[in-house]
T-cell receptor, first 118, second 111 residues
Framework: NAGVTQTPKFQVLKTGQSMTLQCAQD?????MSWYRQDPGMGLRLIHY???????DQGEVPNGYNVSRSTTEDFPLRLLSAAPSQTSVYFC?????????????????FGQGTRLTVV | TQLLEQSPQFLSIQEGENLTVYCNSS?????LQWYRQEPGEGPVLLVT?????EVKKLKRLTFQFGDARKDSSLHITAAQTGDTGLYLC???????????FGAGTRLFVKA
């Protein structure tokens, strides 16, 4: 059982380059989300999806795009990388994000992608 | 914007000591979760609390959700070196699908 798989684990980009962070889950979870983690700031929500074809913005969406064509995959695209996007990025999935879901609301996280923009 | 403030930010204690970390907000949350994160890994869920005043125990860890569902605490009894890590609280807002994380409490337990 792979859970949530993120690739790559490490990446260095030059300012202005674009790239896609991959996220895949094999638990048939409807809800998926992307966070960035910076020192002293915890995890901040970038974008999330409540199912295939449905995405919405989180707290810090600027400079990032997402799409959800399948239940399993939720890639995050950096359109034109900036040094301010240097961070550790986590993808998470859960059965549901509704507070009283009988299927549980536990979020399963990937191992993260450490991105440096120079 | 809903905020979750965690305190203390950093805690260094001796093995065997007790400790409490706090998670506070001015907003009401429908549920609150505590996660533990180790270096190089993603957070792992410890507990979810849903009802105001709820207390849950997980071995030496005791979690409490405030009566007004605006705050929570995590108490560890007789800390062990294996408890070392970053503890994060996360609240789910009452209206939508977003989850807000606190900045975390970094705990270091010395042998």
């Amino acid at each position: 059982n792979a859970g949530v798989t993120q690739t790559p684990k490490f990446q260095v980009l030059k300012t202005g380059q674009s790239m896609t962070l991959q996220c895949a889950q094999d638990m048939n979870h409807e809800y998926m989300s992307w966070y960035r983690q910076d020192p002293g700031m915890g995890l901040r929500l970038i974008h999330y999806s409540v199912g295939a074809g449905i995405t919405d913005q989180g707290e810090v969406p600027n400079g990032y795009n997402v799409s959800r064509s399948t239940t399993e995959d939720f890639p995050l695209r950096l359109l034109s990388a900036a040094p301010s996007q240097t961070s550790v990025y986590f993808c998470a999935s859960s059965y549901s994000d509704l507070p009283y879901s009988t299927g549980g609301t536990e979020a399963f996280f990937g191992q993260g992608t450490r991105l440096t923009v120079v | 914007t809903q905020l979750l403030e965690q305190s203390p930010q950093f805690l260094s204690i001796q093995e065997g000591e007790n400790l409490t970390v706090y998670c506070n907000s001015s907003s009401v949350f429908s549920s609150l979760q505590w996660y533990r994160q180790e270096p190089g890994e993603g957070p792992v869920l410890l507990v979810t609390v849903v009802t105001g005043g709820e207390v849950k125990k997980l071995k030496r860890l005791t979690f409490q959700f405030g009566d007004a569902r605006k705050d929570s605490s995590l108490h560890i009894t007789a800390a062990q070196t294996g408890d070392t890590g970053l503890y994060l609280c996360a609240g789910k807002n009452t209206g939508g699908f977003k989850t807000i994380f606190g900045a975390g409490t970094r705990l270091f337990v010395k042998a």
